[in-house]
């Protein structure tokens, strides 16, 4: 039985990670042509002449990777300040973060020509988001059971939704030249509840353990977060595993990138050179590690360009522009996807620790491929076939919320021993970030000179992921990353134990 702790630590995390996260990415969605006029606008005031469309493109392409590419320095980021200051003051730290973003945003409207600030905005609230995303991944994964961990890991797909959501139903109001900017304002109310939705929370014990070394707070935390007696078994266990992870070297024993000292996971290599540097560490050990934590990044890069993350970002372009239908009936079917949504993510939460990871990764990956194909040709067959666009681009973002889409925000973390999670998850879901920056900048303005065929992007690395996937991926339903490791060396056949 969950705990009433591990219970509000995961929605604490999804409005800090996941919600914001589909809050940014998709504020932009409805209002853009509002958004648009108004750069030109102030752009025309300040030099006499107007912006031409295709640099008006390229800005507003920029405009929205300014999401992933500040993201990439908040994670980084996050693996300094999560290790210095621990999981609960960071979170509260970015959630803090997200209301100078959101105000800046918001107020760049009054600030006329100096359209600029709405830019600052999305920069500081994407480098907070960044920040936060990697700080939930890593608590959620140190202080939950395993019997439950996808279960709760799973519900920060369900916040992404609310957030892409909640944007959605404000732009149906707001999209006019006057009103978009109460698009970004109530977000600020989310953010100040959810930073006293972290107080009473307990600090992550593996933090506590490598901070303080107090054996007796990390048990407490423990045994709040399992719902349990702190003599239960189950805290002893997780205790042995987080001391197992600590560096031993007294010289330096909040290292997170020491050499791998666990028992049964001798190395003589620090964690970026494992996962960097395959010509120096080649020892077993290390060549399996890395697999394993390359692998969790390719199902994340695999997730960007099933398209999902995108083409929900250009949803209302996509319809309006391309498919030729209404600018408010677009609105409204982009909104009405984001109200499915909702219910789907929940699927997830309750099918995640029963159905397994590797059924619901290849599934929903495979039947992304066959959505954007649907799309191309929908789109290609012009305005008579606009139907096929809004099903092919339903069946994308529907299957996306509760397959790839949900599993990536926690697989990885799922593959890597603990004392390597707080490095790998940060500096590895950098090359993610990169994917979607490439993909983001590019759609916008290649979509407006191509049009349908710019979904080939998409398409063909989704051919190829899913062959990559049915090889490599583990399935990691309720076992702990030994047991993963194990199975994966049994698989290659290699002369080493990992100790369960």
């Not at 907070?128 to 608590?139: D, M, P, Y």
Request: glycine share 6%; aromatic share 12%; net charge positive.
């Amino acid at each position: 039985m969950a705990s009433l702790s591990i219970h509000l630590l995961s929605l604490a995390l999804c409005l800090s990670s996941g919600f914001q996260q589909g809050f940014i990415a998709s504020v932009l969605n409805q209002p853009y042509l509002q958004i648009e006029r108004f750069i030109n606008e102030s752009w025309e005031i300040r030099t006499g002449y107007p912006m031409s469309d295709g640099a008006l493109n390229m800005l507003w392409s920029f405009l929205n990777v300014c999401f992933p590419i500040a993201t990439i320095f908040g994670q980084l980021a996050a693996n300094i300040i999560c290790a210095k200051f621990g999981r609960k003051k960071t979170a509260i730290l970015a959630t803090a973060l997200y209301i100078p973003g959101t105000l800046l945003c918001a107020c760049t409207k009054w600030l006329k020509p100096w359209f600029e600030f709405l830019f600052v905005g999305r920069i500081i609230w994407s480098f907070a988001n960044g920040l936060s995303s990697v700080n939930a991944t890593i608590w959620i994964i140190e202080c939950s059971p395993p019997k439950i961990r996808g279960r709760v890991a799973s519900m920060q797909e369900l916040g992404m939704s609310i957030g892409s959501l909640a944007t959605q139903g404000l732009g149906v109001l707001f999209s006019t030249d006057e009103l978009w900017p109460f698009n970004f304002l109530p977000n600020i109310i989310i953010a100040i509840v959810n930073i006293l939705m972290f107080v009473p929370i307990y600090e992550s014990p593996q933090f506590i353990m490598e901070k303080y070394g107090d054996y007796d707070l990390a048990r407490k935390a423990l045994a709040s977060y399992h719902g349990c007696a702190v003599g239960d078994e189950s805290v002893d266990s997780e205790i042995r595993i987080v001391e197992a992870s600590l560096n031993k070297n007294k010289k330096n024993p909040n290292d997170l990138e020491s050499k791998l000292t666990k028992p049964g996971i001798s190395s003589e290599f620090t964690g970026n050179q494992i996962m960097f540097m395959p010509w120096k560490a080649k020892d077993p050990t290390s060549q399996l590690i890395r697999h394993a934590a390359w692998l969790g990044v390719m199902i994340k890069i695999a997730y960007v360009f099933t398209g999902a993350r995108c083409l929900r970002s250009y949803s209302t372009f996509l319809l309006y522009d391309l498919s030729y239908w209404g600018y408010k009936q677009a609105n409204f079917l982009s909104f009405l996807v984001g109200i499915l949504r909702i219910p789907v993510t929940l699927l997830p939460v309750f099918l995640v620790d029963r159905l397994g990871r590797r059924p619901l990764i290849i599934g929903s990956t495979i039947i992304s491929f066959f959505s954007l194909v649907l799309m191309l040709v929908s789109i290609d067959l012009g305005g008579s076939w606009k139907i096929g666009t809004f099903v092919g681009l339903s069946v994308l973002l529907l299957i996306n919320a509760c397959g790839i889409g949900i599993v990536s925000r926690f697989y990885s973390a799922e593959l890597v021993p603990r004392n390597l999670l707080l490095s790998s998850v940060a500096t590895l879901t950098m090359f993610e970030a990169l994917t979607k920056i490439a993909s983001e900048f590019a759609f916008y303005p290649v979509a407006n000179v191509i049009g349908a065929q710019s979904l080939l992007m998409f398409i063909i690395p989704t051919a190829v992921f899913v062959v990559l996937m049915w090889k490599w991926c583990p399935e990691t339903k309720r076992k702990t990353v030994n047991e993963v490791l194990n199975e994966m060396v049994q698989q290659r056949k290699l002369d080493i134990s990992f100790p369960m």
